[in-house]
Every structure is written in structure tokens, then in C-alpha cells.
């Protein structure tokens, strides 16, 4: 299974991406090195939750099982109006043998993938980012800004959102920003919350999003023009204020947001890079080629699908070239899907709030199309150039 024209990789980003693109390069016998920004690892405290597409690709390197254990499995959510009457039971769309919905802490999702990462020995250069790329036929030279110099074959920017590979390869691309922010907070989970639960309000959408046993999250969209910046000793107040008009558990939820620097908040952005997501032999992946808002819960999934497919070509021994062309070609119309739609459903939110729309019925059916879309195969054949 080796791959004559990739032995040395660097990874740029120890996110979600960028350790699973550890674990399955590992499993076709390339050992990757990681670079990552960060000093220490500091992952926030809610959860995320994991589609059966998620957990799919995730069992490709032995981690779903992992996930399904140190988080909570349940079959799909609970719809209300905002001021508490149940409208209807929506399951999410399953693959065979995965729950609808896993739910888990992001920080126990992110102690899965170190410990698989620190299991097979990769390298890791904490507190690290690359200062320069000279991207050569023959190998990347990557200055890394722990003094070290070094030759990689080939270089996966898997560094999110703000990615500094994408801005070296490409320059400045325009981050969308969607009108919209969401609000996050762990709460301790009720025996009865025993499914995800949305609350769809005049001007706002909350959920809790079961994440344990014993832990939940509580997750509220809102619209916030121009994209404002809140004194952070100020969250939990806001986030009080933006939860006025909820009835239900999510009136109890709110007079449980006493911690401001438990408030999660972050503005909505998103970008779709259109053109090649690589140049030479460095190659973009997750956040850093498409940032989507989050309202299908699909953006690690499709993140984790990235480097699974990626390994899944590398098996092949393409040239990296092709590797890469093929890789992009397997995935740009699936992860702009779930971009474009994300960004639909943003639209739609906000028509929704200010008045100008009122079709529920038609987001869930969107949504639950979009979700069945996704459960279809993500690893499909490899095909050798005809020549
Ligand atoms: C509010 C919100 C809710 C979300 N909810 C969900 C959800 O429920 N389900 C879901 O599937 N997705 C969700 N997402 C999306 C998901 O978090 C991302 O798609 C996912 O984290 C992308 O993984 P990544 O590896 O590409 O980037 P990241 O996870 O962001 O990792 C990037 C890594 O690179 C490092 N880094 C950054 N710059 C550099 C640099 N210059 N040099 C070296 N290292 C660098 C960072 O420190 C980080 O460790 C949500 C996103 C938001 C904003």
C-alpha cells in the first residue's frame, strides 16, 4: 500500500481535521508530522453534534465507536414554537448501524483524536505555524516559526477558517459574514431531555442538544446586524435578554446562564474557495477550503470526509497532481452543497424573524433532504487516468 511519491507530510492545524488526517495517513503507512498554532490544546467547552455521516467516516480510522461511547446517541429532535407547544417529532436520517444524532463534548471528541494521534507516535510541534512555503515540483521547503527548516512531499492545510496556508497560497479570500451569531452554554441534562429539542421563536431559534449522561447544551441563533462585538463580562446577560420570548424548559434554561465566560458566542461567517483547493503539492482541507454555518451540524463531518477521502486516493499511488485533482473532484460538489444550503437556511432564518416568511414545513423537508444527500457513499472508486 505505499504511495511512491508521498513519504513526508506536514499537516498544518491540530483541529478536528488535521488529527484524523494523522490517523488515516498512518493507516496507508504515511507518518505526518503536525504543526499547530496553539501552545497547548484549548478546545471550548459544548458539545458539537456528529451526523451518522460523521460517525461514518470516523469509523474509517476506528473512532466512531469511541464517539458513540463518550457521547449520547438519540434518534433525532423534538420541535416546538418558541413559546413551548410541540409541533412534531422529526427523526434525523440514518445510515445502517449509526443513531441519527451522536452528541458529544467537543473536548471529549478532541481527546478521541490526540489519543489516537499520540497511539501512533506522530510528531507534534506545539505553539508552531509556518512562516513561509516555497512549493516546488520536488517538495514543499516550509519554514516552520520554531526555527525549523524542512522538505515535505506534501503539505495538508488543514488550519480552519482563518487558514494561513490558504492565505499563502491564494491571498485574501472574503469570508461572508451570514447576519447571524450563535450562542452556546452547558447545562446539566435532564432524564427527560432523552432527544435533541428546537424551539423555533419569532426572532430567534434555540435547541438543546443532549452532549452525555448527565450534560447538555443550549443553542441560540439569532440575528445580529454588523456583526457586533459584546463586552465579554456582558454574555450571559445578552444571552438572557435574547431568550425573553422562550417558554418551556428553555425559560428554566435561561435563568441557568449565571457564568459569562461560560457564554460561547461566535459570529456566523462563511466561504466556499471556488477555485483549485491546492496549488503544487499543498493541498487545503476542512474549514480552511469551505467554512459553512453550522445549521446542519455538517461542517466537521464533511472536514473528517475530507482526509478520509484524501488517504483513500493516496492509496492509489496518483501522482500528486492527480491525487489532488481527484480528491478536489470528489469533493467540491458535496461540501458546497452543504455551504449553500447551510447559507439557504440562514436566509430563510432571517426572512422568518423579520416577517417575510412563514413556511416551517418547507425548512424540514430541506433539511431532512440535505441530511439523506449526505448519508449517501462519500468513498467512492478511484479511477486511474486513461494513458
Ligand atoms: C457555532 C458553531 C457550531 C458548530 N457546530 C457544529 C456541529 O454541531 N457539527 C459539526 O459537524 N460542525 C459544527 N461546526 C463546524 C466545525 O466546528 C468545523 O467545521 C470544524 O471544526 C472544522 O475542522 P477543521 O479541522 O477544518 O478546523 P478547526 O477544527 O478549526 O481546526 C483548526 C486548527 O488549526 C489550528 N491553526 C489555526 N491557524 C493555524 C496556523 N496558522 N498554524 C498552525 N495551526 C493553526 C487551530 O488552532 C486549530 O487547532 C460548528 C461551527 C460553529 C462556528
Known amino acids: 500500500m505505499t504511495n511512491q511519491y508521498v513519504k513526508k507530510v506536514l499537516i498544518v492545524g491540530g483541529g478536528i481535521s488535521g488529527l484524523a488526517a494523522a490517523i488515516a ?52 429532535f423534538d420541535y416546538y414554537t418558541g413559546t413551548g407547544h410541540f409541533m412534531f417529532y422529526g427523526p434525523s436520517p440514518t445510515i445502517q448501524g449509526y443513531p441519527g444524532v451522536n452528541g458529544i463534548s467537543r473536548k471529549k471528541l478532541h481527546h478521541i483524536l490526540i489519543h ?15 512562516n513561509q512555503l516555497d512549493n516546488k515540483a520536488e517538495g514543499v521547503t516550509v519554514e516552520l516559526s520554531n526555527g525549523i527548516t524542512a522538505t515535505y512531499d506534501l503539505v495538508i492545510g488543514s488550519d480552519g477558517s482563518n487558514s494561513k496556508i ?7 479570500i472574503i469570508q461572508q459574514y451570514s447576519g447571524q451569531g450563535v450562542w452556546r452554554y452547558t447545562l446539566p441534562r435532564p432524564k427527560e431531555v432523552d432527544k435533541g429539542l428546537f424551539y423555533y421563536g419569532q426572532k430567534a431559534k434555540a435547541g438543546l442538544v443532549p452532549m452525555s449522561d448527565d450534560e447538555m447544551y443550549l443553542l441560540v441563533t439569532t440575528h445580529e446586524p454588523d456583526n457586533p462585538r459584546f463586552p465579554n463580562d456582558q454574555l450571559h446577560v445578552l444571552l438572557q435578554e435574547r431568550l425573553a420570548e422562550f417558554g418551556g424548559i428553555i425559560a428554566e434554561a435561561r435563568n441557568m446562564i449565571v457564568d459569562p465566560s461560560l457564554v460561547v458566542y461566535r459570529p456566523i461567517f462563511s466561504h466556499f474557495v471556488e477555485g483549485p483547493w491546492y496549488k503544487g503539492n499543498v493541498v487545503l482541507v476542512g474549514d480552511a477550503a469551505h467554512g459553512t ?21 493516496l492509496k492509489h499511488d496518483l501522482d500528486i497532481q492527480e491525487t489532488l485533482r481527484v480528491f478536489m473532484d470528489k469533493r467540491y460538489d ?12 440562514v436566509e430563510w432564518e432571517l426572512l422568518t424573524w423579520s416577517g417575510k416568511m412563514n413556511d416551517g414545513g418547507r425548512i424540514g423537508a430541506f433539511v431532512n433532504e440535505t441530511l439523506i444527500k449526505m448519508n449517501e457513499p462519500f468513498l467512492t472508486e478511484v479511477n486511474r487516468p486513461i494513458g
Open 25 to 76: 495517513l498512518h493507516k496507508i503507512g504515511i507518518e505526518a508530522e503536525i504543526a499547530e498554532k496553539q501552545l497547548e490544546w484549548d478546545v471550548y467547552g459544548v458539545g458539537i453534534i456528529q451526523p451518522p455521516n460523521a460517525l461514518r467516516a470516523l469509523n474509517e480510522i476506528g473512532l466512531a465507536e469511541a464517539c458513540m461511547e463518550q457521547g449520547t446517541s438519540y434518534s433525532g
Open 116 to 130: 489516537a494521534v499520540q497511539e501512533i507516535g506522530t510528531k507534534i510541534y506545539m505553539g508552531t505555524t509556518v
Open 166 to 172: 490558504r492565505q499563502l497560497l491564494f491571498g485574501d
Open 293 to 313: 454555518a453550522p445549521h446542519l451540524g455538517q461542517g466537521a463531518s464533511i472536514a473528517i470526509e475530507d482526509v478520509i477521502v484524501l488517504a483513500d486516493i
Open 334 to 345: 458535496r461540501c458546497k452543497l452543504i455551504v449553500d444550503h447551510s447559507n439557504q437556511l
